[in-house]
Nanobody, 116 residues
Framework: QVQLVESGGGLVQAGGSLRLSCVAS????????MGWYRQTPGAQRELVAE???????NYAYAVKGRSTISRDNAKNTVLLQMNSLKPEDTAVYFC??????????WGQGAQVTVFS
């Protein structure tokens, strides 16, 4: 059974920082692209950042320069460090494990709320 468990969400003041963590189980972690997505009510889920097994990362324009995604293949963990947070970063953040063309899995989501 595949599980992606997110943690680290919460309430943070604008300008502050937050680190999200996702621990995966039930998959061969190194075979998956790991990503963070976010979703606000009424909107589509959108990519925040993703990282391949070799560490190559891709970021959405909205967070580039303010966020760092990293992974530890030995611990089946992917992290998202977010700095200089803005109210528009408020969303539910989802962890995703993707094996391109084969399958993908989602976590349950973690609420991040940024207040000004």
């Amino acid at each position: 059974q595949v599980q992606l468990v997110e943690s680290g969400g919460g309430l943070v003041q604008a300008g502050g920082s937050l680190r999200l963590s996702c621990v995966a189980s039930g998959i061969i972690f190194r075979e998956y692209i790991m990503g963070w997505y976010r979703q606000t009510p009424g909107a589509q889920r959108e990519l925040v950042a993703e990282v391949a097994s070799d560490g190559f990362a891709n970021y959405a324009y909205a967070v580039k320069g303010r966020s760092t995604i990293s992974r530890d293949n030995a611990k089946n963990t992917v992290l998202l460090q977010m700095n200089s947070l803005k109210p528009e970063d408020t969303a539910v953040y989802f962890c995703r494990a993707e094996k391109p063309g084969v399958e993908n899995h989602w976590g349950q989501g973690a609420q991040v709320t940024v207040f000004s």
